[in-house]
């Protein structure tokens, strides 16, 4: 009987796989200051992985390198890409070095794993025309006549969205937290608030000001026809873009929606088309009239130059045309 209590001890004695997952995403949180999507998209990762454990009889604090492996065979069975496996690997490196380092374990499972090879993919870029072409028909429906003073105001906004986007590269996560203060009247550049909690200075072009000048004019004209509505979202709103959801801003989600209905608009296809996208294209317009790499990577806000090469696909494409139409022993 005795042994029975012992061991019934020792098992009630190790924390709860989710125990574990709150204590290494609040150690993300304020250690490396990953933000709201990075915590979201790791919680994920590892409610995934446990939910194996438990089918497979195991913990984290027990499971073995051969567990991991059958969990990323798992992955590839369940028809995950390479990218999604390596992700989740990554992920998995990160939880068993943190209960390592906090002494919950004395080994590391995941150290000698390797993940799937997988080439890194060029990301897709809208051309000048194609961007064009969305500003272009944003700026046409927020000027229609007949719109609704709703209808406008929603109009106002997407134009806003898009100027500002194209105009500074700005993570969709940084242009949805945008504050009110970043639309003052004359401002030539915007304090961002980016990843890890850093600051970063990004200028603003005469477009992209004078669109948010626009949209904050419609935005404080509505909001004295709804002065007496207190659930108002543009009621005291300290945000640019305020919505009625938790977070007090409008999301990424509905931003994204807004602007493949745009694309389809302007007769590009909506799968094309993203708020990242336009972050890439943002970066790669730049590089190919000229940008210093270093430039761009400070307006994008990467830590890691290596992040910002992933661009220069553009730069090399740009020189073999060059090459091959002016070399004066090119084939014409």
């Not at 995941?110 to 993940?115: E, K």
């Not at 590269?169 to 961002?192: F, H, N, Q, W, Y």
């Not at 999301?251 to 996208?277: C, I, M, N, W, Y």
Request: aromatic share 6%; net charge positive; charged share 25%.
């Amino acid at each position: 009987m005795r042994a029975k209590s012992a061991t019934n001890k020792s098992s009630t004695s190790k924390p709860s796989d989710t125990r574990l997952t709150g204590l290494f995403l609040d150690m993300l949180a304020a250690e490396q200051g990953a933000g709201p999507n990075t915590l979201d998209a790791y919680r994920r990762d590892l409610t995934d992985f446990s939910g194996f454990l438990v089918r497979v009889g195991h913990t984290f604090a027990d499971a073995e390198t051969q567990t991991l492996r059958d969990y990323l065979a798992d992955l590839d069975t369940r028809g995950f890409k390479s990218s999604s496996v390596a992700r989740r690997l990554s992920a998995l490196r990160h939880l068993f070095r943190f209960l390592l380092n906090e002494h919950i374990r004395s080994e590391d499972p995941a150290a000698i794993l390797s993940g799937p090879k997988r080439g890194r993919g060029l990301p897709k870029v809208l051309s000048i025309a194609d961007v064009d072409r969305m500003l272009t028909r944003a700026k046409e429906l927020s000027d229609a006549a007949e719109a609704s003073p709703s209808q406008r105001l929603r109009a106002l906004r997407l134009y806003c969205l898009l100027e500002v986007l194209y105009a500074t590269g700005l993570r969709v996560s940084e242009l949805m937290a945008l504050p009110r203060t970043a639309a003052k009247r004359d401002a030539r550049m915007i304090v961002v608030r980016g990843k890890g909690d850093k600051e970063r200075l990004v200028p603003l072009n005469e477009a992209s000001r004078q669109a948010m000048a626009d949209y904050l004019a419609a935005t404080e004209a509505a909001k004295e026809n709804h002065k007496a509505d207190k659930k108002s979202s543009l009621a005291a709103s300290k945000w640019l873009f305020p919505s009625f959801g938790e977070s007090g801003h409008l999301t990424r989600q509905h931003f994204a929606r807004d602007l493949k209905e745009l694309a389809v608009a302007s007769g590009l296809q909506a799968r094309l088309v993203s708020p990242h996208v336009l972050r890439h294209a943002f970066a790669s317009h730049l590089l190919h009239n000229g940008a210093d790499l270093r430039i761009v990577q400070t307006l994008l806000g990467h830590t890691d130059i290596s992040t910002t090469q992933i661009y220069t696909h553009v730069v090399e494409e740009r020189l073999k045309s060059l090459v091959r139409d002016l070399h004066p022993l090119a084939e014409k």
